[in-house]
């Protein structure tokens, strides 16, 4: 299901946990329950950036945007301001 969402598809999801590698999400809209993940280093264009403590809470819903699929499929997306922007311009 997850792929497809189209790279570059703005989303909205859920915060479900924080790992040292970055964030674990289930999708809200538009694919309800699809779970995903945001790396470390699409967290935040913000820098230095610490892992956990610049993580957004649990809980919390965030808009991301479909990066593209490595080759096991999974479902991976940024919360980065430049990536929702450069969709918000495009689209």
């Known amino acids: 299901m997850s792929q497809s ?3 570059g598809s703005l989303v909205s999801a859920r915060v479900t946990g924080h790992r040292p590698w970055g964030v674990e999400v289930r999708l809200l809209a538009p694919s309800p329950d699809v779970q995903g993940v945001i790396d ?3 967290v935040t264009d913000e820098r230095p950036f610490e892992p956990f403590g610049d993580y957004p809470e649990i809980g919390r819903t965030v808009k991301a ?3 593209p699929y490595p080759p096991n499929g999974q479902l991976r997306l940024s919360t980065r301001d430049s990536d929702i922007d450069r969709v918000l ?3």
């Open 40 to 42: 470390v280093m699409y």
């Open 5 to 7: 969402l189209p790279e």
């Open 89 to 91: 311009e495009d689209g």
């Open 65 to 67: 945007v479909v990066m």
